[in-house]
Structures are given as structure tokens and as C-alpha cells.
């Protein structure tokens, strides 16, 4: 078995709506049909006993040794804990290569879960049983690596509660910087920090002194203190408040260098030690009897509150502290770091220091039912635990954590408080806040140790967001074999018409609000995902290609309105096992099953693979055609739906009893209605534009100030003028494109008709072959150029392809074969006469272009002079 060409899918894609990992798999003889491997199956479940069983995705097919590979990376991940459901193997039509997608929560977690199950197999197949493989550590190695690169709990209970509310989310580093939502109404946090806390805020909280003056001229009680220079200073400060006292550093977190209650002067020289090491400037302050409480504060409500106990252990009389430590260590909320809900207890120099406080060693054994505490501080980072006490908290308190955080400015705070109980005001126990605590760790009041958990990650939404806000902005996705740049221009014009600042991607580029940001062909996903990044774009259009689909899934979760404009033979058939015009639309049609259950799939009636996609999507469905009675159309309007044709020189928007009428005659792309396929281009963006509620003044205002130029459209149909002749540049390369092509010039008078073509390297034979084929019946003259990049051919081979489909040809009379783009596109020039007609299948856009448009001002220089 051999295992090629792993993916991660990070968007829907063919097989799922999961992120996934895909491989192509090759298996040979026996590998196909694991009863052929006398002892496999028991010496795989002997290795790993939680392999689940094994079956084939369908009936009556062997089950192969890439379904078991399938199979056991599911079961790995699940094993170590992440919530994956989805497995599924495909063969395809080449015997013994299968493609296999499993679903992964976290990327590096599945390709490692593929990895392992790959060496599993590698060991089950040891027929002589002396391969090892180590299930436990497989797992653990496994559970260790998601700990790593999920979110931890505080983010992740955000992004959860943005899920459940459908807001879209990107995670932005590996760490807990997460975009939610898109454009222009994104917002981002990082843990429990948001985007509109400012930097100052931010220093204050971590400044303990500047903190409590500022909550002190608030009126919020808080322990008297003041910042020390050595130890000495600190023993003097002590002295001047009055023991005991709390030692910290002036700039610190989760507890880190905090002593509490100390009482002499030995106490202290340490405590001060253990501060200064953590930051520098020290700060001493009264230590508030009672216990440790941490008030979540969120926009200006008190949303959770928890009592947090120091780590400790209790005596069995029996056990020595250590043994009681590892026994506590095994609870499995308790984990390294901040992933899980507890943190393991360490037996560190403040613990020891703590014990020896107590009289005690790690190897004491401490009487039943004595407490031992670990560390004076109570922070679940250092072991401690957490118990919900929200219902009970006086509503004065509230009110002074409230104040607290807002008097230093923070949107989401945690406030430490030092009281007997919440039950009375502070000011009636002498209690105090002692800090606040920008980016708060939230897992304390998601999952405390004991109590309920409270939803503190929809308060923070409903911070940011406004209720039934759920961040999106308008999506447009459109596919296809022919029309899709045109298509995607035309609609991102007319939502710029609109008034709208759009981002656009196509096969020319990335646009946001009419300037292009990056270039090349960026119809794939990480172009879109970057658009959706932008925090100017209020609605986004998007080309997507099929290469994008299989090597990656779609840039986003779902789109507003999906467009499908036809499907043609010559797109890629033959490449990454998609070989029939059935196949491409299972994959064409990932953008129609992924429509939001509000919005709109405009798909061509005329086009049974393209029309059948309506049955996958969950949303409502626009159909366009030029024939009105088209059986699908006319079913489709019978039944009050939505559809657009052409009648009588307009293009028809209805729906049920109601008609918009636009005039063929005030589009200019479609030269008045003469050029078909540009009608069809225009029936679907019309369609677009309607589904996402533009009025019609702006539709029509934006279909009549779309110009198919070398501006707004390069490489599609640009008509010019060289000498009185026309000169046509496409940049149609398939067979169906050839057909719409040779349709639209037979429609333009010439006195003579020249192409000039080379072809794609990676279509098939057959397909170069009825490229020349189809414009051979109509061209006078063809000029064949070999493309800068052969994908993959050898030199000369596209050519000869090309010229075997001009054998027999009915109009052709003269063939040449020119090397280069540019010297074909100077020949053709040359030999136009008035009247004459060219078309010029470019290769280099731009730069053909760009040449086309020299050579044509050359010529009217030379006409001015």
C-alpha cells in the first residue's frame, strides 16, 4: 500500500461539508481484498482492539486495505478525543487507487492520525507478529498534539457560542487570534480579549498600583499597599500597613510570584524574591481575610462568579502527600497548561516552601481528614479549583466589579475580590478588590469543579454582536465551465453599482473596491479567504474553480447565492479521476449544496446537469434560460418561482404573475442581443443581482455601463477595430467555448474569418483535436502558436493534435504554424484587409493584450500621420 498526495480539505469540498484530510491510495493484489491476507484483520484488532468495524462504503465491494486506513484514522482521532464522525473511501476508475477523506478537527492532529495508521497497517501486515505498534502511545502522542493545537477553553467557549449563533470564524495564528465573522463586519478577539479593548486599558490592569488608585478614587474598596524598592523596603511597608500582608509583582498573571499571608520578616525576604524574579517592581498591600473570588465582568453586566480554593490535598492516614498528589493528578479535568478544566498539581519550591510552612515534606503522611494546602494563591493555573457562587452574589458587589472594570476601561474582566462571602456588600466585611485581570481565563466558570457552568462565551458574542447579527456580509459564488470571469465581473459590477465595496476574485486577480490586490489565476480558496479578511469589503464575489474545490474545498462556509453556468466536456475531463460530465457536476455542485437556507441557486435550465443540481440545495432556486418554454422553466414558473429568459428582444425577470423587463438593446455586452453566450452571462447575473434584493433602477443602471472591454473583462470577447478590420480577443480554450465563439462571429459580418489558436496541454486528445475541428467549418485562415507552457506535453504535440482536427476541414484553405504568441498575433495583422474578421485565442492575457493594444496604436498613428 502506498499512500500519495495528502490534502487537508479546510472548507466544504467534495466528499463532506468537514474539514478533512484527503489521500489518494494505491493498493496492490491481495491489498484490495483484505481476506486475501491470511491473520490481517486479527493481528490489526490485536494491535488496536478500538479499530470499530470494518466495511466498505458500499455493499458488495472488498474491503481494501484503504478502507481499513480510512477506518483506523477515524478511530485514532476519536480514541484521543476529538469529535470527528466522517470517514469515506471512493474507488475510482483505475483498479486498486482509491480516494480516502477523513474528517479532522484540527489539521496537524489528522495528518498524524493518517500517518499512524498508515505504520498500524504497516504492522498488522507483519505476518510474522513481531511488528510493534503501540496503541496507547499512538493515542497519547495523539491527544497530546490536540491539547497543542486547539483552542484553549476560554476561546474555544467564544467560538463555540459564534458557531451555535452561525457566525462564520478564522482562526488567524495557531494560537487564540480568531477573525469572527467577515469584511467589514468582522470582529476579532484573542482568548478572552476584544478587538475594542484599547491598548491603555490593557497597560492599566497590568499596572497593580496605577489599578487600585484608579478604583480607590472610584470608591471601590481595595487593600492598602504601595510599590517597595528591595527587601528591606518591603519589610518596612509591612510594618506601615500592618501584618499580615500580601507580596506581588507589580506587573504579573495567573498568580505567578503572588504570596499571601505572610507574616514575618524571613516570610517575607522570600515572598520578595519570588516577586522580583516575575517582574522587577514589587508591590506589598494589607492581606484581606477570607476567601479568594474571580467576578467575570463582560460590556457592563456581571456574568459569572466563582469562589477559587488553593490546591490542596486531604489525609487518608495512610498516603504520603505525594501519593495524594498523584492520586488527585489522575482526575482527567486535570491536564498541562490551560486546555483542560483543571491543571495538574505541581510539587514545585513554592509547594515545598508551603509545606515546610505547615511542618510537613512531600513524603509526610497526613492525618485523616487534615488539609493540606500547596500554595497560598488560589489560581486554577497553579492546580486550584473553582465553585460557581453567581446566584448568590449581592447585587452591591456586582456593582463594584462593574465599576472596577469600567473605570480602567476593560470590555471583558476578570476581578479578583478577598471576602468571607458574596452574600453582603464588601463594605460590611472588609473585604476589597485586589486585581483585575485583562483576557480573564474563563474555564473557572465554564466547567468549575463544582457547580453549573454559565455561558459566558454567548455574553461575549452579545457584546459583539448584536442580537440576530450573525457577521456575514453578501457572498457570491460562481462556477461553471464557460462564463464564469465574465459572469463574476458583471456581478461584482453591479454590486459595486449599488454602492457597495466589493471583493472580487477571479482567474485575472483579487479586487477590493476596484483595485486589484493580487494577480494571477486566484479563483481558489486562500484568495477567498483573504478577501473575506478585509475589513473594508462589504460583499464578496467569488469564481470558483474546480482545481480550488479538490485541492483545498471552498474558501468559505456558505455562500448567499451559488451560480452554475454550464457545463461543458472540455474541462479538465481525464484529470484527478473526474472523467464525465456526471462527475464534474458532483464536484461543480459543492457551491449549490452549500447555499445558506435563505438564499439562492441560479442555475442554467437549458443544462440537465447543471438544472439536477437543484435537488442538493438548501436553498431556493432561480433557473435561467433564453427559451421560456423550456420544460424546467416552464414547470419552474407554473409553480410561482423565479426564473429569467428572453422574449421579444429583453430579458425577462418573473416571478409567479409579476415581470421585469430589461432591454437586450441597453446591455452592451451582448452587442443587442446577438451574442449568445453573453446573453446567458447576463441572464445569470441579472438573476444574482436579484436574488441578493438590488433594486432593478441599479441592476439596469449597472448592465448598461458594463462594457465587454480589455478593461473590464480582458481576454473575454474584447471586440476592437485594427485598420477597419475587427479583431476579436478570447481566451476560450475548450471545445464548448469554441462553440459559443464560432456562434457569436458567425453573427458579425466579414468579408474573411482568420483564428488564431493554440491549445491546452492538459486536455485530452479528443478535446484539442475538436477545438480545430469546430472552427475549421467556419475560419477561413487558422494560425496555430504553441503555448508557453505545454503542461506536461512534449514540443510540438499540442500542435499536431491541433492539425489533425483541421483534416478535412470544410472552410479552412490555409493552415500555417508560427513560433510564439506574438509573431501569430503580428502574422494575423498583417493580413487583414477592411472587413476582415480575426479572432485571437490568447494565451498570456495581459501580455497579449497588452501587445494587441501597441500594435493597434501604432496603426492609427500611422492613419494620423
Known amino acids: 500500500m502506498e499512500v500519495t498526495r495528502i490534502r487537508a480539505l479546510r472548507g466544504p469540498n467534495l466528499w463532506s461539508r468537514h474539514t478533512s484530510i484527503q489521500a489518494i491510495v494505491h493498493c496492490d493484489g491481495a491489498e484490495n481484498a483484505i481476506e486475501g491476507l491470511p491473520g490481517f484483520e486479527t493481528r490489526l484488532r490485536a494491535l488496536f482492539p478500538t479499530v470499530g468495524e470494518l466495511r466498505p462504503a ?9 478502507h481499513v486506513l480510512g477506518n483506523a484514522t477515524l478511530a485514532l482521532q476519536a480514541q484521543a478525543g476529538c469529535p470527528v464522525i466522517f470517514s469515506h473511501i471512493a474507488p475510482t476508475t483505475e483498479t486498486g487507487i482509491y480516494q480516502i477523506a477523513v474528517q479532522y478537527s484540527e489539521e496537524a492532529v489528522g495528518r498524524l492520525a493518517m500517518a499512524l495508521a498508515e505504520q498500524l497497517i504497516t504492522a498488522a501486515l507483519n505476518s510474522r507478529g513481531n511488528a510493534a505498534f503501540d496503541c496507547a502511545a499512538a493515542v497519547a502522542r495523539l491527544r497530546e498534539l490536540d491539547e ?11 467560538v463555540e457560542a459564534a458557531v451555535t449563533r452561525g457566525i462564520p470564524f478564522r482562526r488567524l495564528t495557531r494560537g487564540s487570534l480568531v477573525q469572527l465573522g467577515w469584511g467589514v463586519r468582522q470582529r476579532r478577539i484573542q482568548a478572552a480579549e476584544i478587538d475594542r479593548t484599547g491598548g491603555i486599558a490593557e497597560a492599566i490592569a497590568k499596572d497593580k498600583d496605577l489599578t487600585k488608585q484608579l478604583l480607590d478614587a472610584a470608591g471601590v474598596p481595595v487593600p492598602r499597599g504601595r510599590p517597595v524598592s528591595s527587601a528591606g523596603d518591603a519589610w518596612a511597608a509591612a510594618q506601615e500597613i500592618g501584618l499580615p500582608v500580601v507580596v506581588k509583582p507589580r506587573d504579573g498573571n495567573q498568580g505567578k510570584g503572588v504570596t499571601v499571608n505572610i507574616s514575618t520578616r524571613e516570610q517575607l525576604d522570600i515572598a520578595y524574591a519570588a516577586a522580583f524574579e516575575y517582574d522587577g517592581q514589587v508591590i ?24 477559587r480554593d488553593p490546591p490542596q490535598v486531604v489525609g487518608d492516614g495512610t498516603h504520603t502527600v505525594r501519593q495524594l498528589v498523584d492520586t488527585v493528578n489522575q482526575d482527567p479535568r486535570r491536564g498541562e497548561g490551560h486546555a483542560t478544566p483543571l491543571t495538574k498539581i505541581r510539587l514545585d519550591h513554592i509547594a515545598l516552601g508551603r509545606l515546610q510552612a505547615q511542618g510537613m515534606t512531600p513524603e509526610s503522611v497526613p492525618a485523616l481528614g487534615q488539609r493540606v494546602i500547596l500554595r497560598n494563591n488560589a489560581n486554577l493555573s497553579t492546580g486550584g479549583t473553582a465553585t460557581d457562587v453567581t446566584d448568590t452574589v449581592h447585587p452591591e458587589i456586582a456593582a463594584r466589579a462593574v465599576d472596577a472594570a469600567q473605570m480602567v476601561g476593560l470590555d471583558i474582566c476578570g476581578v479578583d475580590m478577598v471576602c468571607e462571602n458574596v452574600l453582603l456588600p464588601l463594605e460590611e466585611q472588609s473585604g476589597g478588590i485586589v486585581e483585575l485581570n485583562a483576557a480573564p481565563g474563563l474555564r473557572m466558570h465554564i466547567a468549575p469543579s463544582f457547580g453549573r457552568g454559565r455561558p459566558v462565551g454567548e455574553a461575549v458574542m452579545d457584546t459583539l454582536f448584536a442580537p440576530g447579527d450573525d457577521g456575514r456580509i453578501p457572498v457570491v459564488a460562481i462556477t461553471g465551465t464557460n462564463g464564469k470571469t465574465t459572469t463574476t465581473r458583471l456581478i461584482n459590477h453591479l454590486l459595486a453599482s449599488s454602492g457597495l465595496r466589493t471583493g472580487m476574485t477571479n482567474t485575472d486577480g483579487v479586487y477590493v473596491d476596484g483595485r486589484q490586490t493580487d494577480s494571477g ?4 480558496p486562500r484568495s477567498a479567504r483573504n478577501v473575506l479578511l478585509h475589513p473594508h469589503v462589504e460583499a464578496a464575489v467569488f469564481e470558483v474553480a474546480r482545481g480550488g474545490i479538490l485541492r483545498e474545498g471552498l474558501g468559505f462556509d456558505r455562500c448567499d447565492v451559488a451560480v452554475v453556468t454550464n457545463l461543458g466536456a472540455g474541462d479538465h475531463l481525464g484529470l484527478n479521476y473526474i472523467n464525465s460530465l456526471e462527475e464534474l457536476a458532483v464536484l461543480k455542485r459543492v457551491i449549490v449544496r452549500n447555499v445558506a437556507p435563505g438564499g439562492y441557486a441560479v442555475l442554467n435550465a437549458a443544462d440537465p446537469n447543471v438544472a439536477a443540481m437543484a435537488a442538493g440545495c438548501p436553498g431556493r432556486i432561480i433557473y435561467f434560460a433564453a427559451d421560456r418554454n423550456h420544460p424546467v422553466m416552464a414547470t419552474h414558473r407554473a409553480q410561482g418561482k423565479r426564473t429569467v429568459y428572453v422574449d421579444e428582444g429583453a430579458i425577462i425577470a418573473a416571478e409567479g404573475a409579476w415581470r421585469e423587463r430589461v432591454a437586450l438593446s ?9 451574442i449568445g453566450f453573453q446573453v446567458e452571462n447576463v441572464m445569470a447575473s441579472l438573476a444574482a443581482a436579484w436574488a441578493l434584493g438590488l433594486d432593478w433602477d441599479t441592476i439596469r443602471r449597472g448592465l448598461s455601463s458594463f462594457n465587454s472591454d480589455t478593461a473590464g473583462v480582458p481576454g473575454r470577447f474584447n471586440v476592437m477595430d485594427y485598420k477597419g478590420a475587427t479583431v476579436i480577443a478570447d481566451y476560450g480554450h475548450n471545445t464548448d467555448a469554441m462553440r459559443a465563439l464560432v456562434q457569436a462571429v458567425q453573427a458579425m459580418p466579414a468579408r474573411r474569418r482568420s483564428v488564431v489558436i493554440s491549445g491546452a496541454g492538459d486536455r485530452r486528445d479528443q478535446d484539442i483535436r475538436e477545438q480545430t475541428v469546430i472552427l ?24 499536431a493534435l491541433l492539425r489533425q482536427g483541421l483534416q478535412g476541414a470544410s472552410r479552412t484553405r490555409n493552415i500555417d504554424e508560427i513560433r510564439g504568441e506574438f509573431s501569430a498575433i503580428d502574422t494575423a495583422l498583417a493580413r487583414l484587409q477592411p472587413g476582415d474578421l480575426s479572432l485571437i485565442l490568447v494565451d ?20 494620423t500621420n
Open 58 to 66: 458500499m455493499l458488495n465491494q472488498p474491503l481494501s486495505l484503504a
Open 148 to 158: 497543542h493545537e486547539r483552542l484553549g477553553p476560554s476561546t474555544g467557549s467564544i
Open 284 to 307: 506589598v498591600e494589607k492581606f484581606l481575610p477570607g476567601f479568594d473570588f474571580r467576578l467575570l465582568v463582560v460590556g457592563d453586566r456581571l456574568i459569572a462568579a466563582a469562589r
Open 521 to 524: 489565476d486566484c479563483s481558489g
Open 666 to 674: 441597453d446591455v452592451p455586452v451582448t452587442r443587442g442581443g446577438a
Open 776 to 799: 475549421g467549418a467556419v475560419f477561413d485562415d487558422v494560425i496555430l502558436y504553441q503555448d508557453a507552457a505545454q503542461r506536461g506535453r512534449a514540443d510540438g504535440e499540442v500542435l
Open 844 to 863: 498570456q492575457v495581459d501580455e497579449a493584450l497588452a501587445h494587441l493594444a501597441q500594435r493597434i496604436e501604432q496603426a492609427q498613428a500611422v492613419d
